[in-house]
């Protein structure tokens, strides 16, 4: 068996509302990911899958259940600030607003702030400046401001700032939810490639079926429980059961779907990508008369 | 290139700014394009193609370096003390609208452009209750601070604000971004709703094909400040290739249909939803099993 | 509009100013001021006057960018220009018309004064502003002030926030310039009415503003937390500064310059 970098059981977590009532967000989550693997929470507004990225990095405490980020126990109440310190190294956010996230008004000064807080030796940081640049290719734009640059570039920005400090594993918390199409796909295939060449383990909350279907596994959140857990093809088998939860299917997943259930066509369950839906239905439509 | 009279409309129009400056530069290059009055028209084109240049030039917001803007024929511009009339009869609401929120009260900031256009108590009041009905806000959370809303919530209450001033045309600057398909189809759903009821003229802009597809009755595709297509969803669709080279992405189900085809079922192209695509292949299917019998 | 302001912004270059030690340049400027301070004839004047231009040629800046920088101050130059002239007595009465009496002194001041500011603003803002990155700026201040940590002054700190505000400077600009779009565009009428009315046209732009502007602040916060941060204790930085040869001839020419404008005003 892999080893889990993240283990999660009975999580629960309320926010306080005006008059002092708890309300709970997070509902007895209990889920554990595997390192190396990529993840997609998906889940719709509110649904409590920030809330959930934020407990995983410590920027919010659970109120009680048991939690483990890379081996460390966080809910042990010994937890030294050097232990929350070491996690937010390993376990490296990426937040929705690419504006609200970068510190320096140079790029590569940007990227150098994550390493620059670990202390580390200036010759060492140089080195992973230049190779977070190249990971995210922006090594052009190292001397650039910020403010010149495209959201999905700030964006890139943001995750070589993460990259810099060698991180196990980054959580996107609907990093791609501001972006136009150009955008997304560049982050989307940035983070790909960092999971499939860096073997960096990657959770990428997000409210687009286009990207969840990426990943290895899909967890559907809703109301703060966990409604699906599988991989994509599994989880998107359930048109229903995403639809009430307010969120959509891919539209070849939703056709596939419809022919099977309304017209009785003979495909299987877990079509996700259109080049597999073609080649069923070819198939089906080369059998007629057959 | 268009036979319909445009409601308003860009006449070679080309708009510079931080003109003096060592960054001027031009947003538009002499750009002719008008809008049908009495639909929604999907304005598309990926970032940088020069949109939102165009929404804050049809409401006078911005003035045309060169070129002339015109409702019903009339240049805009003619009286620029006029202007301020200009934005009453056009409404633009902004990309992430939720930000221009300021009144302690959800119902007194919808208010806030209907009183600056200086109408009375009673009208304020039925336009302020119009306006929330068609953006899905309950008269529960009219007495709440708009600050303590959440994000969706907040972004019906911005269009909403401009809602109420009842323009003769409403320019929408992605009215869905970053919301989740559930809010998406709401608020894109509810823009409909008032369009037809009000009968007025509506410009969404946006870069989501699909949304567009359901929503809008003519989409244009702007390409380096050029209208490369206009048409319906499904004249534009069947261009599918093309939209690609324009940065925008194609629906799936769009890229799904021309595949097929390619691997040889005869389904025809230009589909743009599931219940198109559902409808085309039974068709396909059906007239081969005639065949066969 | 709001973002065609130019004065004081960074312009990227590769030229010997760009990259000079900002802790150099620190102290080059505090040379350079003293200098212009210094200057009182008229062979001084020209010589700082023609130092700042040597500095601009330089820096590689187009001189329409920094002289357009002088338009902002120009009413100023002006009106005090004027004062100079018409109010300065003096011996050498050079125009009599009616009760107006213009001395060489008058004029000879308001030019002096006139050639100090443009020094000043050309000099300082080759030298600094335009040339050097506002990080390598609070990255030289941080470094120049570290000796009074010493004493508990939060020089870390201050660096720290001197580079946000720097970093958010545009995007708040282009934050202002949309919000005054959109109330403009629901009716807000920023130029009509009493003086009392103007003041609340403004209560649309600035409310959104500031809920904004905290709102940043907040994820920002959390954002760096996320990166480690905690303070400047333990901090490193990537950027080591050496001083090299070519910060130590500008050096020498800044004090040849002083000691000849010294020189210059004894002689004459």
Partial sequence: MKEQIIQAKNLCFSYKNEDGKPLPVIKNLTFSIERGSFVSILGHNGSGKSTLAKLLNLVLTPDSGELSVGGIDVMRDDLSEEDIYNLRRRIGMVFQNPDNQLVATIVEEDIAFGPENLGIEPDEIRKRVDDALAAVNMTEFARHSPSQLSGGQKQRIAIAGIIAMLPDCIIFDESTAMLDPIGRAEVMETIERLNRERGITVLHITHYMDEAVRADRVMVVDHGEILLDGTPGEVFSHVEQLKAAGLDVPQVTALVHKLKTEAGFDLPDTILHSADAVEALRALYDQIGG | MMEHTPKISLENVTYRYSIGTPFEKAALQNVTLGFEGGIITGLMGHTGSGKSTIAQLLNGLLRPTEGTVRIDGQDIWEDPKKIGAVRFRVGLVFQYPEYQLFEETVARDIAYGPHNMGLDDDEIRRRVEEAARFTGITPDIFEKSPFELSGGQKRRVAIAGVMAMDPEILVLDEPAAGLDPKGRAEILGGIRAYQREKKNTIIIISHSMEDMALYADKLMVLDHGRVSRYGDAHEVFSHAEELKSVGLSRPQITKFVMELARAGVPVNGGIYSVEDAYKEVLRVFAEKKKGAK | ?268
């Fill in chain 3, 1 to 268: 509009m709001l973002r065609d302001i130019t004065l004081g912004q960074y312009f990227p270059g590769n030229s010997v100013l760009h990259r000079l030690d900002p802790r150099m340049k620190i102290f080059l400027i505090v040379i350079y001021i003293v200098t212009i301070f210094t200057a009182n004839t008229p062979v001084s004047f020209a010589l700082v006057l023609a130092s700042a231009f040597v500095l601009l040629f330089l820096s590689r800046i187009p001189a329409k960018l920094v002289l357009g920088g002088l338009k902002a101050v120009f009413i100023i130059m002006a009106f005090t220009a004027v004062i100079n002239i018409f109010w300065t007595t003096g011996e050498e009465l050079w125009l009599e018309a009616g009760p107006i009496k213009i001395y060489r002194e008058g004029v000879e001041y308001a030019i002096f004064m006139i050639v100090r500011v443009v020094a000043l603003i050309v000099g300082s803002s080759v030298l600094l502003t335009y040339t050097t990155s506002p990080i390598a700026l609070t990255d030289g201040l941080e470094r120049v002030l570290a000796p009074l940590k010493v004493l508990h002054v939060p020089v870390h700190e201050f660096s720290m926030m001197m580079t946000i505000a720097l970093r958010f400077i545009p995007t708040l600009i282009e934050e202002t310039d949309k919000i005054i779009s959109a109330q403009k565009a629901r009716g807000t009428d920023f130029t009509a009415g009493s003086l009392a009315q103007r003041a609340r046209a403004l209560i649309p732009i600035m409310v959104p503003l500031f809920v904004s502007a905290f709102h940043r602040a907040d994820e920002l916060a959390v954002a760096m937390e996320c990166r480690c941060y905690r303070g400047g204790e333990g901090r490193t930085r990537m950027t080591r500064l050496h001083l090299h040869a070519r910060d130590f001839v500008v050096l020498g020419a800044h004090i040849v310059l002083l000691a000849a404008v010294i020189a210059l005003n004894i002689i004459f």
